[in-house]
Nanobody
Framework: QVQLVESGGGLVQPGGSLRLSCAASRSIFSVNVMGWYRQAPGNQRELVAVISSRGNSNYADSVKGRFTISRDGVKNTVYLQMNNLKPDDTAVYYC???????????WGQGTQVTVSS
């Protein structure tokens, strides 16, 4: 079982930046799809960004130009660099690893991001 440990969340003012990290317990990124999701109170969990094993990435329209997803295969870590944060970005952010072989997913524990003055 792969474990995902998230870090980097916190409180930031509008316009500020945070970098989220998601470290996997073993090497998985060469054969799997990784992503970041978020969920605000009363809302459904939504996809924020995803990166494939080939390094191709996609983003939700609401974060394009502000967020960047990346990965480090040596460190078994995926990152989400968040710039120009807005109050609407406030949510719990979850790291995800998708296994295409059986259409299963592993999730991180979630990290709170709060954007407020």
């Amino acid at each position: 079982q792969v474990q995902l440990v998230e870090s980097g969340g916190g409180l930031v003012q509008p316009g500020g930046s945070l970098r989220l990290s998601c470290a996997a317990s073993r090497s998985i990124f060469s054969v799997n799809v990784m992503g970041w999701y978020r969920q605000a109170p009363g809302n459904q969990r939504e996809l924020v960004a995803v990166i494939s094993s080939r390094g191709n990435s996609n983003y939700a329209d609401s974060v394009k130009g502000r967020f960047t997803i990346s990965r480090d295969g040596v460190k078994n870590t995926v990152y989400l660099q968040m710039n120009n944060l807005k109050p609407d970005d406030t949510a719990v952010y979850y790291c995800n690893v998708h296994f295409p072989s059986d259409n299963s997913d592993i999730w991180g524990q979630g990290t709170q991001v709060t954007v407020s003055s």
